[in-house]
Nanobody
Framework: VQLQASGGGLVETGDPLKLSCTPS???????????MGWFRQAPGKEREFVAS????????IYADSVKGRVTISRNNAANTLVLRMNNVKPEDSANYYC??????????????????WGQGTLVTVSS
């Protein structure tokens, strides 16, 4: 399964941001996937966890660095995973990746527990 993230670009400090993730193959359903998440990687830094959501959407977890500014949601029927961020900061600049666990439906902050990854969408926040 290939995932594709979109919505990145150049934004100004304080702006809102919406990132989306969909399957590259329209015939594939998010109902078949497990818990999903967003990670990000800034140049010269390690990839870090941002947010994760369970298969049902009932459970979400967030990194401390974004808690209170970020909301993750998913619509399995529409095959869409969304990350909304308010009040973006220059330190939010990074490549953002969506990912999915193969079948385990719970949330996770550990990248090694995700099987499917998108190609990344670059977010640059100007100060």
């Amino acid at each position: 399964v290939q995932l594709q993230a979109s919505g990145g670009g150049l934004v100004e400090t304080g702006d809102p941001l919406k990132l989306s993730c969909t399957p590259s193959d329209d015939s594939f359903s998010f109902n078949s996937l497990g818990g999903m998440g967003w990670f990000r990687q800034a140049p010269g830094k390690e990839r870090e966890f941002v947010a994760s959501i369970s298969w049902s959407g009932a459970t979400t977890i967030y990194a401390d660095s974004v808690k209170g500014r970020v909301t993750i949601s998913r619509n399995n029927a529409a095959n869409t995973l969304v990350l909304r961020m308010n009040n973006v900061k220059p330190e939010d600049s990074a490549n953002y990746y969506c990912a999915s666990r193969r079948s385990t439906r719970t949330v996770s902050a550990r990248a090694v527990e995700y099987t499917y990854w998108g190609q990344g969408t670059l977010v640059t926040v100007s100060s």
